[in-house]
């Protein structure tokens, strides 16, 4: 087997005196599409925001590729990086969020552009060429000037999408990314999620869509009270819940 | 001998009084440009600095604020020479009106940078963005616009303030205007001019606000 590209080892995070992950340890193989599930407040997203340190974390430890994210150890003693080497960390995931968060100030394509100018440092011709490529993965090449304010949910993130993955993480992030679209609109998202997935890409999908988690994943992460409840492969999981929590999950989230 | 028409004496006091309008406009730029570069310093102090510079920014700013701006013009120009610091009327002017530009502004980035969603910052880190990039690309375009109508608002009130510093000797439109005025009497015919200069300098003011408000439209 060959070295995880994601390793969460005894993670743990407090929100003041609540603590919402009580000890998460996840590893993640290059190409794997894992689903991470469970009910509001279990954790899952910011357990997804730990991974590139939108979140701070007070123990356990992060590696991408065998490298420690966000913290250094010396002489026992555990500090956070400089911001400039989490910046240069954080490129090595791509996210995605459930409020799209797109600039508004920028059209679609500037949008997917700025990070490959900036991060990439790539020259403005090749960004442009790479970011058209992307939004024409995503069905939107010929939306590209609109500003954000002229797209529908969907196509807000679908750009968003593009944005991130432009950038060619080792991993995407998505963190309930149809949550905050009309029914209507889940549809197109989850397609452009398909495709990356057969692509090989690795990611990990906080979600509620359970039929979208079963069809997609390799692996289904259930997420309880902080800690891992249950994983396995979606086939198994969802017929044969082994514990009472995630049948009643499952119950409740009406899976057909 | 026939009396002058009114025309006749404003012609003949064109001099004092474009050379009042001058630095007014002198006074006003000056203030405006030095107090906004301050306050969208300042502005990030009360955005995201540390505990310590968070308080030190929010003492000024509200010190600032609650402190009426003809006191300020006196202080700095009567306070300051106590401690051997000995300004001329105008650079004590200009620096009370500086001042208290900056604790507008300071106050205006403020609020325009909170009122920005958390989102965007996230997005911005989330592709590998350090601060001062996200700064400058994401953020400060935002507050900008955000920001341009109340920042309007205190350009013209400081032009409006700069009349205050006609009590310490400043030779502003005001001043000249009164000093004409003591020559030639006809008050309310001089006063009615100076007002519409006044006008004039802050129309111009709006009018370039809504020229970049254009610019920086976002839909």
Not at chain 2, 64 to 88: K, Q
Request: with cysteine.
């Amino acid at each position: 087997m060959s070295a995880p590209l994601l390793e969460i080892r005894d993670l743990h995070k407090s929100f003041g005196s609540v603590e919402v992950l009580k000890g998460v340890d996840c590893t993640v193989q290059a190409g794997e599409v894992i689903s991470i599930i469970g009910s509001s407040g279990s954790g899952k997203t910011t357990m997804l925001r730990c991974v590139n340190m939108l979140e701070d974390f007070e123990g356990g430890s992060i590696r991408i590729d065998g490298e420690e994210i966000g913290y250094l150890t010396d002489g026992g003693r555990r500090r956070r990086k400089p911001e400039r080497e989490i910046a240069r960390q954080r490129a090595l995931t791509g996210m995605a969020f459930q409020q799209f968060n797109l600039f508004p100030h920028m059209t679609a394509l500037e949008n997917v552009m700025l990070g490959l100018t900036l991060v990439k440092k790539m020259p403005a011709d090749a960004a442009r060429a790479t970011a058209e490529g992307w939004l024409d993965r995503v069905g939107l090449l010929n939306r590209k000037d609109h500003r954000p304010s002229k797209l529908s949910g969907g196509q807000l993130q679908r750009v968003a999408i593009a944005r991130a993955i432009a950038m060619s993480p080792r991993l995407m992030l998505f963190d309930e990314v149809t949550s905050a679209l009309d029914p209507e609109l889940v549809a197109e998202v989850l397609q452009v999620i398909t495709d990356l997935a057969r692509d090989g890409m690795t990611m990990l999908i906080v979600t509620h869509e359970m039929r979208f988690a079963f069809d997609v994943s390799n692996r289904v992460i259930f997420m309880n009270q902080g800690r891992i409840g249950e994983e396995g492969d979606p086939k198994t999981m969802f017929a044969n819940p082994s514990t009472e929590r995630l049948a009643e999950f499952l119950k409740n989230s009406r899976f057909s | 001998m026939e009396s002058p028409t009114i025309l006749e004496l404003i012609w003949s006091a064109r001099w004092p009084i474009l050379y009042g309008l001058g630095t007014t406009v002198l006074i006003s730029a000056l203030a405006i440009a030095g107090g906004t570069v301050i306050g969208v310093g300042l502005g990030l102090v009360l955005a995201y600095g540390n505990l310590a510079w968070r308080f030190a920014g929010r003492l000024y700013t509200d010190f600032v604020r609650g402190t009426p701006v003809f006191v300020l013009v006196l202080a700095s120009y009567y306070i300051l020479t106590t401690i051997g610091l000995d300004l001329s009327p105008f650079q004590a002017g200009v620096l009370a009106l500086t001042v208290f530009c900056s604790s507008h502004v300071g106050e205006i980035t403020r609020g325009a940078l909170q009122t920005i969603p958390r989102g965007q910052t996230e997005a911005a880190k989330a592709i590998g963005l350090g601060f001062g990039q996200t700064f400058r690309y994401v953020l400060a375009p935002q507050a900008l616009r955000l920001g341009l109508p109340a920042w309007i608002n205190t350009a013209a009130e400081m032009v409006k303030a700069s009349t205050l510093l006609s009590v310490i000797g400043v030779a502003e439109l005001l001043l000249r205007t009164q000093e004409v005025i003591s020559r030639a009497f006809h008050s309310l015919e001089f006063y009615l001019l100076a007002g519409a200069l006044y006008f004039a300098i802050n129309y111009a003011i709006e009018r370039f606000g809504s020229y970049v408000e254009r610019r920086v439209a976002t839909d």
